[in-house]
């Protein structure tokens, strides 16, 4: 079993930052990518950015040069710098890890509200 729980959420007005952070507990030698995604109000679940094992990192064009994504595979955490945040950034975002034999894992989400 893999737990991932995620802290930083909150409110920020347009042009300010947040950043999450993600840790994964338990059974952390499944883990393979780590991720975010965010689901917006009456829209779908989509995808933010991801990172592998080895670092590559992967960034949707709707954030790129706004966010960045890390990881620290000692310490089994993801984290997603949000920076120039926009009023259409806020969404509840989740942080994903996908299992080495392609199962995937969420956390709770946290809310991110940007006030323009």
């Known amino acids: 079993q893999l737990t991932l729980v995620e802290s930083g959420g909150g409110l920020v007005q347009a042009g300010g930052s947040l950043r999450l952070s993600c840790a994964a507990s338990?059974?952390?030698?499944?883990?393979?990518?780590m991720g975010w995604y965010r689901q917006a109000p009456g829209k779908q679940r989509e995808l933010v950015a991801t990172v592998t094992n080895e670092g590559s990192t992967n960034i949707v064009d709707s954030v790129k040069g706004r966010f960045t994504i890390s990881r620290d595979n000692a310490k089994n955490t993801v984290g997603l710098q949000m920076n120039s945040l926009k009023p259409e950034d806020t969404a509840v975002y989740y942080c994903?890890?996908?299992?080495?034999?392609?199962?995937?894992?969420w956390g709770q989400g946290t809310q991110v509200t940007v006030s323009s």
């Open positions: 994903n890890v996908t299992g080495r034999w392609g199962d995937d894992y």
């Open positions: 338990g059974s952390t030698f499944v883990i393979h990518n």
